[in-house]
């Protein structure tokens, strides 16, 4: 269906049945991928062509628009706090920002980071980390979504982070979630929902999914099956439509062999959505 061909580190191409998407230097959050998970590039590059391809945006807009709203989530950020760092190309934008206020304005907070690749994009910005034995509760913790509904339930684990998210978000006086406004929708489900599972007896676990009546899908790493930075696989389950988020996170966290599910219910306190116009809007509950 498509291919993958790098034509230097700095520049790529990625043809598809749909015309072509580019890398280039201007996407840096995706180049920061593109250094530290390499091999887990084509199961991370295929869901965020899903999302280009879901929304038609122009790419430039959209990061653009996941940039402003990080960048405004920082604002939050005070001296003295322990925050957590969330994981995908909007995160990235927050951890720039902190890293910057660190450097120039001599912010002092303590960070925890909800993956391997976010962990060393806050130590290359010289973010200080504190060990989870040090953790009680976190002050604050700033994470991307891959789908918003209107009463603050996401969908999150497209970029196959979603069980370290949850522990930090969980362990978080406040979750503020910043997103593009492609991510704002009226009903979960569009985006095909990660499920983290077990390896022991995978093949069981993923029929049992799909008697809830979805679609589900291994995520691959290649011709590899993907891992997580746990040593689990995740099921992409396509449900299209959601209809009650809170039954079936509960649902899927029952069946024996599913570690956790990409649903964050009643979790985010406030919502940062980008626009490709510049603006930016919060919705808090
Ligand atoms: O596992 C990944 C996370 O849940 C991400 O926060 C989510 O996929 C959104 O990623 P992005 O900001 O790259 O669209």
New binding site residues.
Partial sequence: MFKVCPVSAWFMFISMDKGAFSLSSGNA?YLFYLEHIFPNIPSFVI??IK?FEQIHYNKGDLMES?RIAGEKAVEFVKDGMKVGL???????WAIQAIGRRVKEEGLQVQAVA??VQSEELAKELGIPMMPFADVDMLDLTI????EVDPELHLI???????LR?KIVAAASKQLII???ES?DVKQLGKFPL?VEIVPFAYELTVKKLKKLGCEPKLRMNGDQLYVTDNGNYIADCHFDAIANPVELHDTLNGIPGVVDN?LFIHMANLVIVGSADGSIRSISK
Avoid: F, M, N, R
């Fill in positions: 959050p869901l965020k999302s996941k969330g994981t995908g190309s909007t995160a990235y909800t993956s994470d991307g979504a891959d999150k684990g497209g970029g196959g982070a979603l998210e910043i997103v593009d991510k990660p990409g």
